[in-house]
């Protein structure tokens, strides 16, 4: 049954860790300058392209350097058709720039390219075996997959914002916001310049990492205790909204209502400490920095058991599989809650003699099964390691 069990964990790691990207590739990390690469396999014109990446907290690829080039088209291209990368000279012809900005100081254009072939403004890895790795001028109206890039594992995994959030002072105050992928539903319950209670609504969009913006609404409709009538319905637009993320259990969220603007710093509202009882069969991807012993940096995914003991605010976290290199280490130290969202923080002891400080940040507790950012920082080893962790309660 373990066997199994670990197969279907595979499957399903797979799926948590890259579900902000819905591509074939799997996510990597250039350790030339830390940042995370994917190939997007759906096929799209090149503003398409730019756009999803953006949607998903990052942005199309760009290849600043030969290292990071070569990097990239080994590693998730080399064959196929071309690959949309994010460089244009869309706004001047042949003054090529990249999206974000940085300084067009590198190029590896295959011989002959740029072309400009009949509005040929956006920047693409070629696919001729000739000249692999080297770049050509693509239409953008050609669909095409295309590479996303993100500067660090905050941007690919944003927090999911789906709660109920507050301001602690203010009872009666709230609101609920529902998230599926870069759409969020908010309904907000106020009290009315009459002070009694109102409640208004409507959907923001992203447009940006952890923003998002939309417009407000209030509607009326007929009595709850007679028969819904559909045409008695009216909505009426009052204003607008925006939510800013400042970490993954708070955020400033500003509203207007015909045309007086509130802004208010809330969280998310704790209810209960969710139950993390059990054994679990986890996987583990972490990026390790800073150990004194080389051999230990890197990116490292490992398939391990996990122990959780808790007892109210009170936790312990075993982690590790016997019989490998340092056994099982142990954590101990207090959870905390807020709205759907827990952290655990405290110190870890493992046989080998390593100790440091152990945290998960971002738990998430659903049948049977949990998902967390991991923080692990050695005392006595150096290694400092950041990463995402997921796990299915053993049956």
Request: aromatic content about 8%; charged content about 15%.
């Given at each position: 049954m373990i066997k199994s069990l670990r197969t279907f964990l595979l499957l399903l790691f797979t799926a948590f860790t890259w579900q902000a990207a819905h591509a074939d590739s799997p996510l990597v990390r250039y350790p030339g300058n830390g940042h995370y690469y994917q190939r997007v396999d759906t096929f799209r014109a090149w503003t398409d392209a730019r756009d999803h990446c953006q949607s998903l907290n990052g942005y199309l690829a760009t290849t600043t350097s030969q290292g990071e080039s070569d990097f990239v088209f080994q590693t998730l291209v080399q064959q196929g058709p071309p690959v949309l990368l994010g460089g244009t000279d869309r706004i001047a012809e042949g003054n090529w720039q990249w999206i974000t900005g940085e300084t067009w100081s590198y190029s590896n254009w295959a011989p002959g390219q740029p072309d400009?072939?009949?509005?040929?403004?956006?920047?693409?890895?070629w696919n001729n075996p000739a000249y692999p790795g080297q770049w050509d001028d693509s239409y953008g109206g050609v669909l095409l997959p295309s590479i996303c890039e993100w500067n660090g594992l905050t941007d690919v995994w944003p927090a999911n914002v789906t709660d109920i959030w507050w301001t602690p002072t203010e009872s009666g105050w709230g609101m609920n916001m529902v998230q599926t992928g870069s759409f969020v539903f908010v309904t907000l319950y106020v009290y009315g310049p009459d002070g009694k209670p109102a409640w208004f609504g409507g959907g923001l969009e992203k447009t940006g990492v952890g923003t998002f913006a939309g417009k407000l609404y209030a509607s009326t409709g007929p009595y709850f205790g007679g028969a819904f009538d559909p045409a008695a319905v009216a909505v009426r637009e009052v204003g607008t909204m925006t939510f800013v993320a400042t970490s993954?259990?708070?955020?400033?969220?500003?509203?207007?209502?015909?045309?007086?603007?509130?802004?208010?710093?809330?969280?998310?509202?704790?209810?209960?400490?969710?139950?993390y009882n059990g054994t679990y069969e986890a996987i583990e991807?972490?990026?390790?920095?800073?150990?004194?012993?080389?051999?230990?940096?890197?990116?490292?995914?490992?398939?391990?058991?996990?122990?959780?003991?808790?007892?109210?605010?009170?936790?312990t976290i075993t982690f590790g599989t016997l019989g490998i290199p340092g056994g099982s280490c142990t954590a101990t130290g207090t959870y905390s809650q807020l709205g759907r969202m827990g952290q655990f923080v405290?110190?870890?002891?493992?046989?080998?003699?390593?100790?440091?400080?152990?945290?998960?940040?971002?738990?998430?507790?659903?049948?049977?099964?949990?998902?967390?950012?991991?923080?692990?920082?050695?005392?006595?080893?150096?290694?400092?390691?950041?990463?995402?962790?997921?796990?299915?309660?053993?049956?």
């Open positions: 400009d072939n009949g509005e040929q403004d956006y920047l693409a890895f993954s259990d708070t955020g400033q969220f500003t509203y207007s209502v015909d045309g007086v603007i509130v802004n208010k710093a809330v969280q998310r509202q704790p209810l209960t400490l969710d139950n991807i972490l990026h390790v920095a800073g150990c004194s012993n080389p051999a230990g940096n890197g990116d490292h995914t490992r398939q391990h058991t996990v122990l959780i003991t808790q007892n109210g605010a009170a936790m405290g110190t870890y002891a493992c046989p080998s003699s390593e100790t440091g400080v152990y945290a998960l940040s971002e738990m998430n507790n659903s049948y049977r099964q949990f998902s967390a950012r991991v923080g692990k920082s050695s005392s006595n080893m150096g290694c400092k390691s950041v990463g995402q962790t997921t796990g299915l309660v053993e049956y």
